[in-house]
């Protein structure tokens, strides 16, 4: 289309599974443009043959349906939306209305465009919930993203006795390394979005951040209802609930919103009114901290050299970095500040291949993660709380005192409020993993 953002009217055309190639269509179109075609192939299928798992997978897939069509609906923020196949449910557009909303939040603030006030998620009052009872075997999905949370998520699960599998997103090489050193296979999904999104981009179409662990949350749903799993794992901590700022009107903006509690707690409700009760999503590191994360994963040495944090291993492009790290992200920077809490210098270099905290290069990066005069960056990284604490730790520790950063911003810490390590590395309370499941995380999350 000529003017992206001139768009009126935003279709959820159809949705469509072919059983024999495992391929799902999702169709969209803005105005009267071509037809936007997103496909995800979903390898070595079986197609179940209880129609009660049929029924469950089908109202998946039509939630999947409604939560990826953000990355095209955002493209012009066409304030009509149509549903050719079927307006969703009260308890759907609700839900729909705070993922696209608060999920584009960074999108909206970035952009300086009012995103709630296009949004029109029209319900039909009479349509009901419709879950599915159904029996699924005890075992888990976990998602893997190749960094430490993922890796320390797996280890739990697998300690605890479940039965995983690990999966991703994607074709990752990174991921399929980090899974491959921990001796077990890995489900690999296809996304493929549409090219017509790219062309749209070029023609000036709104372009920005989006909730993108919703859409993964729903395809792996779809996922554990194809190869029958009880269980969807996910490794998103506390800190994802901390806003990433927060704007003059009092709105807060949370970069990891479809990793918070809230939407966890959203999701879950949908999937079990919506989908089944027998099946559950949710995080298994909710309890802790960033820091309490890293603790954890510092034991994990078979992972030292094959993980990576770095965001920028994970584009749609495939990575844009010849090593796992760029060095130069905030992604490194609190990789690297976390890490030095319990590593001495030299771990810490071999882990990442450089010493951020002795390079006054990245003087400003830090002072945005410790909220030093600077707001947090837009990433995923610990509380702004969690990295005062750790460079508060640096500042006495003899091996780490004397690094450059650590020893120039230290004493501008002074005055300021600063949680005790100590108490960041106890598990909260509030989390969503399954009381059915707790006897088996016993001294793990407690």
Known sequence: MAKPKSARVFSFLSRNFDPLTGTAYLTYRVDDGPELLERMVFPHTPWPADPSRQQAFEQALELLHLMAGVSYWKAGLAPVMEFPAGRPSPLVAG????????????FSYVNQVDVTSRLSFEADP??????VDLLLPER?????????DSLVALDMARRSGLEVLPACIGGSALIRNTVSAAKLPLLQICRELSPQLKIMNAAGAWNGHVPVTAINSAIL????LLYGYRYVIFANERSADEATLTTADGKAVNHQYSKSSDFEQAWLNVIHTQISPALDCFSLLRPFSELDIVRRFTELKDFHTVYSSCNRNFHLDGPSISGRWCGDCPKCRFAALSLAVFLSPQEVVQIMGVDLLDDPAQD???RELCALG????????????????ALAALAENPDWRDKALVKKLSPELAGLEIPALADLLLPAKRHAIPTSLLPQFKGMIN
């Open 126 to 131: 009479e349509r009901m919930a419709q879950a």
């Open 95 to 106: 839900f729909l209305a705070e993922l696209y909303g608060q999920g584009l939040a960074e």
């Open 364 to 366: 400003d990066g830090l």
């Open 140 to 148: 888990a999905l976990v998602a893997m993203g190749g960094g430490k």
């Open 374 to 389: 600077r707001d947090k960056p837009f990433e995923c990284v610990g509380e702004m709380g969690e990295s005062r604490a």
């Open 221 to 224: 749903v779809c996922a554990a």
